[in-house]
């Protein structure tokens, strides 16, 4: 039953004919199982998409600092195409530039390929 529960396609509904049938005991510990099996569900779920929302964020930081550091650097407001192009870009990306941006004479060179 616990590998019908986990795996398996099979709705709620259809189970219950089958379930009825195996007894009150029975029907108390797999509904029990099937509890504990979409807890656990949830909970690995909750984690992951907590786990994307710190990288998520992460980036957004990282991404906020390199603009920061343009703006003092070279003086001003960091063109929209620029910040368009630091707010897309990736964890790798974002370290890159921003290794780039102690060494760089004009903004252009930061990005240069």
């Known amino acids: 039953m616990t590998y019908i529960l986990t795996v398996g ?3 709620d509904s259809d189970l219950v004919p089958v379930i009825d049938q195996l007894g009150p005991h029975a029907k108390e510990v797999i509904v029990t199982t099937a509890e504990r099996l979409r807890a656990e569900g949830e909970a690995r779920g909750e984690a992951r998409g907590e786990a994307r929302g710190e990288a998520r964020g992460e980036l957004r930081g990282r991404a906020q600092t390199l603009l920061e550091q343009l703006a003092v650097k070279f003086g001003g407001t960091v063109p929209a195409g620029i910040a368009e192009t630091v ?8 370290r890159l530039w921003a290794a780039r941006v102690l060494t760089a004479e004009r903004i252009e060179e930061v990005f240069q390929n």
């Open 9 to 11: 396609e099979t709705q």
């Open 87 to 94: 707010n897309a870009a990736d964890a790798d990306r974002l």
